[in-house]
C-alpha cells in the first residue's frame, strides 16, 4: 500500500485513472487497484494480483473480494474507494473481471465504505464497471489517451512524477572496475578462519549508517569491504538477519543470530526476528536504513555473482514487499529463482508474495513508506 502526492486534486475519472501509476512507481499489469479514500482526500493506494482465471467462480470472487476489503477497512479513517482492474484485453459492455470487481464493490458498501465508481483498464481503452448499458461509456470504452492527457497526468509529469513500464529484474546494473579484487575478497573472506557471522552482520550494520552516497562510494573504492559485505549474504543468518538490522536495529540483529546460532530457534530475538520478515508488526520500519540497504543492495549487485547475487536478489526483494510493492517483489524473486531454481527462501517468499500478504506497517499510511516523501 502506497501513499499519494501531497495535495492531488482529481475532478474527473480521467484524472483519478492518471494517479494510479503515479502513486505506484509504475505501470500495474493483471492487477486490481484500490484507490482508497478519507473524508475527500485520495489516502492511500492499495494493489494486488488479479486471480488467473476469470471469471473466478463465486466462492473465489467472494474470497479475494473479502481479502482485499479487510485490507481497506483497516485503514484508519477510510470513508471511500475506487476500484480498478487492468488487464490485457479491451474493454466492452461486460468488462474481464467483471464479477470479482462488483464482488468487492458490494463487500465494502455492506461495510460502510462507499464506491463511486470502478474502472477496467485494457491496452488501449478503459470504461466504468457501472456503465453496463453504454449511457455513460462507448462500447467499446473510452481512448486511453484520454488519461494521459488529462490535468492530473501533466501535472504530475511536470512534477518530475515518471512510472516505470516494467519492474526493474535486478539487470542491467553497472559492472564495477573492481569486479575482479571484490570476487577475491569474498574468496577470502569464506576461506580458512575468514569471519564469523556476527563480525558479517556488524560490517553491514556499518554501511547502514551515513550518507547514502558516501557509503557507496566507499565501497567503490574499497574491494576489501564490498567483498566481505558480499561474503555475509552467503551466510544465511547474516542472509535472514540483515533486513532486521535495518528495519529495526543491529543489536536486536545481532541477538537474533546468537539465538540461531547457538541453536535456540525459539528464543526471543529469534521470534522476533520471524515476526518482523513476516511483517507482523504496526510498527514502521526504520525506513531510511531500509532505504539505504536498498542502495547499498542494488549498487552491490554490479560486484556480486552466485550464491551472494542470489542473497542479494532476496534481500532486495523484502525491502519491496516491505514497502507495500508485492509487484516489484515477484519480480526479483522471479529472477533469483531463475539464477537459483533451488532457492528456498525465494520460492517460499515468492507463495507468500503471491496470496496477496502485506505488512502490517504497508495498511496503514501513517506507517508505510512513502514514495513521494514522509507525510
Not at 176 to 202: H, N, T, Y
Request: hydrophobic share 45%; net charge neutral; glycine share 10%.
Amino acid at each position: 500500500m502506497t501513499a499519494p502526492p501531497k495535495q492531488l486534486s482529481v475532478a474527473d475519472a480521467e484524472g483519478v485513472l492518471s494517479v494510479v501509476p503515479h502513486t505506484l512507481g509504475f505501470h500495474p499489469r493483471e492487477s486490481l487497484v484500490v484507490l482508497i479514500i478519507a473524508g475527500t482526500v485520495l489516502s492511500a493506494t492499495l494493489r494486488v494480483d488479479l486471480p488467473e482465471k476469470d471469471p473466478p467462480d463465486s466462492d473465489a470472487a467472494s474470497a479475494h473480494a473479502g481479502t482485499v476489503a479487510r485490507y481497506v477497512r483497516e485503514l484508519p479513517g477510510a470513508t471511500g474507494a475506487f476500484l480498478v482492474a487492468y488487464s490485457g484485453r479491451e474493454p466492452d459492455v461486460r468488462s474481464p473481471y467483471f464479477r470479482l470487481v462488483l464482488a468487492l464493490a458490494s463487500t465494502l458498501r455492506r461495510g460502510g465504505i462507499s464506491v463511486p465508481d470502478a474502472w477496467y483498464v485494457g491496452p488501449t481503452g478503459w470504461r466504468s464497471y457501472f456503465c453496463p448499458d453504454g449511457d455513460c461509456c462507448p462500447p467499446g470504452g473510452h481512448p486511453l489517451e484520454s488519461v494521459w492527457l488529462s490535468d492530473a497526468n501533466l501535472d504530475l509529469v511536470l512534477g518530475g512524477s515518471s512510472p516505470r513500464r516494467g519492474h526493474w529484474d535486478g539487470s542491467p546494473v553497472r559492472v564495477w572496475k573492481q569486479r575482479d579484487a571484490v570476487r577475491a575478497a569474498v574468496a577470502a573472506a569464506l576461506a580458512g578462519r575468514g569471519p564469523r557471522a556476527p563480525e558479517l552482520l556488524e560490517r553491514w550494520c556499518a554501511a547502514l549508517v551515513g550518507d547514502p552516497e558516501a557509503t557507496l562510494e566507499r565501497l567503490r573504492s574499497d574491494p576489501v569491504a564490498a567483498g566481505t559485505l558480499l561474503a555475509g549474504l552467503r551466510t544465511l543468518p547474516v542472509r535472514d538477519a540483515l533486513p532486521f538490522a535495518a528495519g529495526v536495529s543491529g543489536a536486536a540483529a545481532l541477538a537474533a543470530v546468537a539465538d540461531i546460532e547457538g541453536g535456540v530457534q525459539d528464543g526471543p530475538a529469534a521470534r522476533q526476528l520471524g515476526r518482523f520478515l513476516l511483517g507482523d508488526s504496526r510498527s514502521a520500519p526504520d525506513w531510511r536504513r531500509l532505504d539505504l540497504l536498498w542502495e547499498v543492495g542494488r549498487e552491490l549487485l554490479g560486484a556480486a555473482d552466485g550464491a551472494d547475487r542470489s542473497a542479494l536478489l532476496c534481500v532486495l526483494a523484502w525491502v519491496e514487499w516491505a514497502r507495500g510493492r508485492s509487484s516489484p517483489a515477484a519480480v526479483l524473486l522471479e529472477a533469483c529463482l531463475r539464477a537459483d531454481p533451488g532457492h528456498a527462501l525465494a520460492r517460499g517468499l515468492l507463495a507468500f508474495v503471491g496470496r496477496g500478504v502485506l505488512p502490517g506497517w504497508a495498511r496503514d499510511p501513517a506507517t508505510s513508506w512513502h514514495r513521494f516523501g514522509a507525510p
